[in-house]
């Protein structure tokens, strides 16, 4: 996997994402914010928040099932199959993605 994906909530763009390294399973990307990043930022922000252990799955689960509720797709740019089910981790500008 290399490139950049449009990430895409309906027809809204909410960013690009670049990836600029793998750290396997993690992709590692460069983040640009689209017209439809404010509504979801908060979301993710919870989600970079959430740091350390979680032994019951609590918090994790508190933060990221808003994000996935949203219905977020993962579209190359340059073409090809889009990306339904992945786990996207956005702080500031980088990103870390797992599908």
């Not at 763009?13 to 993690?26: A, E, F, K, R, S």
């Not at 340059?78 to 981790?89: D, K, S, Y």
């Not at 702080?91 to 599908?99: E, F, N, P, Q």
Request: some cysteine; charged content about 20%; glycine content about 12%.
């Amino acid at each position: 996997m290399s490139g950049t994906w449009r990430l895409m909530r309906g027809d809204e763009l909410v960013g690009l994402l670049t990836v600029h390294g793998i750290d396997m399973p993690v992709y590692l990307c460069d983040f640009s914010p689209g017209p439809g990043w404010e509504p979801v930022r908060p979301l993710f922000e919870a989600w970079a928040a959430v740091q350390g252990p979680d032994p019951d799955g609590s918090r994790t689960t508190a933060a990221l099932k808003p994000i996935l509720d949203l219905g977020l797709t993962l579209v190359p740019v340059a073409g090809g199959e889009t990306i339904n089910r992945f786990f996207l981790r956005i702080d500031g500008d980088k990103a870390s993605l797992r599908y």
